[in-house]
Structure formats: C-alpha cells, structure tokens
C-alpha cells in the first residue's frame, strides 16, 4: 500500500515544461485541493534564486500560463507558500548536500519530477543517492528523453534501477496523462459492443495520426538528431497503439495493463533491412505555409544540412492472433496542414450487398477516435438518403458523434501532467512506462533505423503545410487504404 507524499522535488524548475505544465498542473490541484494539504514542493535548478526569486518567478508563470478565470488570488497565494528553491550544479556534489539540507526528512515521503539532460542523468541520480536522497519513501518520475536507442536507454534505467527498485520508478508518457488517452481504455473494456468485432476478422485496418503543425520551436538542439521516430513513435505512437491492440487486462492497475501493452510490444512484427524501404516513409519539411502564413523549412531553422526525419510514416504489423493480416498505419510530423491526434479504426465490409442490384454502394464502418484538438469519438455508420428510390437505393455514411466536453460538460479539461503529477505524488504506476516496455519499444525503433541506414535511406523533402512525402500516401495507397486527412 503507497501513501501521498508529503514533499514534491521538482528538478528542471526554471525549464519551459516547468512553466507551461508542471507548474500550472500543480496550481491546478493545489486550487482544487486535491494536493496533499502538507505538500511542499522544493524547485531546483541551476539559475542561483533563493525563495523569494522563485516564488516571484512561479507567480509570473501562473500568471501567464493558467487562464485568467482559473486564478484565484487566494489560491495562488496558498500555493506560493508551498513552494521553496535551492540551486543545484548536478555536477557539483556539494549543491546535492544542500539540497538535501532543504528537503529534510524523506521517511514521509517525497516524490521526485526528474527532466534533465541525458548527459546529465548519471550525475543527478548519483548526487541523489550519496545526498540520502533515494531511500525508501522515495520515489522518482523521469521525463523523456529517457536516451536515444536501446543502449543509452539501458544505460540510464541502470543507473536509475541500480537506486531506486521499479515500483518506485515513474516513467512518464504524457499522452497516458490525456483524458481522451484513457478514453480508449473506457471504449474498449467498458462497452461490450466492440470486443467482439475488435480483431481481424472484424477490423480491416488501423491508422494513428499525431500531426502538428508546429516546427522546431527552439529546440534545435535536442531535436535535430533525434527525429520524429524517436521523438514521437517510440513513446507516444507506440503507447496508443498498445492501448489499441492490447488483450483486456483483468484489472486496471499497473500491473496488469503493463504486462499486457508490453505483449504487444513483443509482437510487433521488426521492420528491419529488408522490410524498411517498403514500410517505412521519412520526410522533412522544406519552406511552405501553415495555417495561411510563409514558413521556413527545417534545414533553414536549423541553418545548416541534416538529415533529421521530422516526418515518419509506418505500416506496422502485430503478429499475434488478434492481429494476424491488419496492418497498423502510424505517421507523425511537424508542419502537417492541422494539428490532431486520431486513431481510425476501418472495420470489414459486409460479406454480401443485398442492396448490389438497387446501385447503391457500400462504405465500411469507421470509428475516429479525436483526442486532439477537439475531444470526440465517431462512427460511421450507412444509412439510407431518405426518398422514394425510383432511380436505385442511395445510402450515404452518417456519423455517430460523441464529444467530450458536451458529454461532460461539467467537468473541467485538465493538461496531462495534473493526473500523472498526482498518480505520482499518491504512487499509483498504472499510467506509467515500464522498463520492459521502453525496451520492447526501443529494441523496435533500433531496428528501423538500422533499416534506413542500411538502405540509405535519407528523408524526402515535404512542403510545410502539406501530409508529407508523397511516398507516405503510395505506402497505404499500394494496400488500397487512404490516410484520412
Ligand atoms: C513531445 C515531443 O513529447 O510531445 C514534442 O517531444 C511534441 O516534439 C509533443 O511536440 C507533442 O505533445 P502534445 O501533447 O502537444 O501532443
């Protein structure tokens, strides 16, 4: 059994995640009570504030980063007393002492948010540990990137693991903090109305599409070399498509659902040397237009050559019997017309028209799950046009629509990091990755960048504001599947 607790450490705390999300996700539940009322939350970095900086500094964040309506004086005030600093120089063994002097006594309790620098990693949890603090009320979220292939990532969990056992290890996918994430979840194991059809037999194909209009944002450094395979598929996409196709786990707890996306990890059939000119699409985005304005392209960002892919597109398959010939489509990009999260699921046609001989043709049903921007969930479903059908039967696909936020109306939509800074605090490991999971992910991942480098391969120049490489609509198209744009 976990307990809340009591102390929140927040390293990166000046950082940008820390202002956009971490910091108003805390305001957030600190506002709504649902923080344990004794939480402190110690901030470290390396900029030199005392306490007072600090708080001056959180109070600017919440002020810019939380909407208007949602800041309340009072609350903001209650919340800034929780809050303390400390600067630490993760290579300076010294600051973690004072670090330690200000957090006190962890036996009651304290939760680590860890998002630093992979170079840095070793150096922190080392400091962490000789500092006392790793002991037993410890527990430590890390945030990605989490390494860059199966052996940094090794490096880091041993480094990580040889510190701190896994049940006090929280590795975090922000998309598992999403409602509509969760949702999927509800869809599945809550309804009986898909189980059965949800299979090959009765799903023709599946398509996950995170697509994002933005570009480099600033972020030269860690993205370049990096890549949207690894920067999107590896985590996110594969998470989705574990939720997607995983077994019904017997409960929901972390135990449970882990062992069962993990399966499916493991059966997700290698794209390697010989299958990765066929199944794999990479892309970059050269000069174009977005959202009726002239951008530039990535090499002109970044203001020299790279062969960074910022567009990925893969045709997937999970060799299992559940899955056995539906093929999973996943694609990832920046500058993409729109941003949405989807996962479209075509299931199988009828196996016979009776309406052949009346003209009228038949659609598969489809079900769009939207988890971003808007929240909603569609089925389309055949219908016939209303009319006396002298000319032949019309039937036309009508959706079945269900969004969120009217569903809810009630209830306020929360960012990602709320739940998950929550589950963390209170130790609940269900909406987080473990270590086998990341691996099987990675162990994935490395085989299709072997694939590419083997073959040569070299993204293909898309325009920004278009769905990349033409090449990436020629990979469905050759199985007789369109994206759904
Ligand atoms: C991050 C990636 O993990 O997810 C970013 O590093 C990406 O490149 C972001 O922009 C997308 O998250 P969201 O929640 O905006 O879909």
Do not use: C
């Amino acid at each position: 059994m976990t307990s809340p607790s009591e102390k929140l450490l927040l390293f990166g705390a000046t950082g940008d995640l820390s202002q956009r999300m971490l910091l108003p996700s805390l305001y957030g539940l600190a506002a709504e009570g649902l923080l344990p009322s004794e939480l402190a939350i110690v901030g470290t970095a390396r900029t030199g504030h005392d306490d007072a900086a600090f708080r001056g500094f959180v109070e600017q964040a919440l002020r810019r980063f939380v909407p208007a309506e949602r800041l309340d004086e009072r609350a903001l005030g209650g919340f800034l007393a929780r809050v303390g600093y400390v600067p630490v120089d993760a290579s300076k063994e010294g600051d973690f002492a004072a670090l330690a002097e200000k957090v006190g006594a962890t036996d009651r309790g304290l939760s680590i948010f860890l998002s630093t620098a992979p170079s840095l990693f070793g150096a922190t949890i080392d400091g962490l540990a000789k500092a006392g603090l790793a002991g037993e009320g410890v527990r430590i979220g890390l945030e990605k990137p989490l390494g860059y292939d199966m052996a940094s990532s090794r490096e880091i969990n041993d480094a990580v693991g040889s510190v701190f056992p896994e049940e006090r290890i929280f590795r975090i996918d922000h998309y598992l903090g999403k409602e509509t994430v969760q949702n999927l979840l509800a869809l599945r194991f809550a309804n009986g109305l898909f189980e059965p059809l949800w299979r090959e037999g009765g799903i023709d194909h599946v398509q996950i599409t995170v697509s994002e209009t933005v570009g480099l944002e600033g972020r030269v450094g860690f993205y370049d070399g990096a890549g949207a395979l690894r920067d999107m598929v590896q985590n996110h996409i594969l998470q989705l498509l574990a939720l997607v196709a995983m077994e019904p786990p017997a409960r929901f707890d972390a135990a449970a659902v882990r062992d069962e996306k993990v399966k499916v990890f493991r059966s997700l059939r290698p794209i390697d040397r010989t299958t990765a000119v066929s199944h794999s699409v990479i892309g970059q985005y050269g000069p174009g237009a977005v959202a009726g304005g002239p951008v530039p392209g990535y090499v002109e960002e970044l203001g020299r050559p790279s062969d960074t892919e910022t567009f990925v597109a893969l045709k997937a398959n999970i060799d299992n019997w559940r899955w056995k010939g539906v093929p999973f489509y996943l694609r990832t990009g920046k500058r993409l017309p729109s941003r949405q999260s989807e996962i479209f699921i075509q299931f199988r046609g009828v196996p016979h028209s009776i309406f052949d001989g009346r003209g009228a043709a038949l659609q598969p049903n489809k079900l769009i799950i939207r988890l971003q921007p808007d929240e909603n969930v569609r089925l389309l479903l055949m219908a016939k046009e209303p009319g006396l059908d002298r000319d032949g039967i019309r039937l036309r696909e009508v959706p079945l629509d269900i969004s969120m936020p009217n569903a809810f109306a009630d209830s306020r939509r929360r960012i990602a990091y709320e739940r998950l800074l929550l589950d963390l605090v209170e130790g609940d490991q269900t909406l987080f990755v473990r270590r086998d999971e990341v691996e099987a992910q990675w162990a994935w991942v490395d085989a299709i960048r072997d694939g590419w480098a083997a073959n040569a391969m070299k993204p293909k120049t898309y325009m920004a504001g278009t769905w990349g490489p033409s090449a990436a609509i020629a990979l469905t198209e050759r199985d007789g599947v369109t994206w759904h744009d």
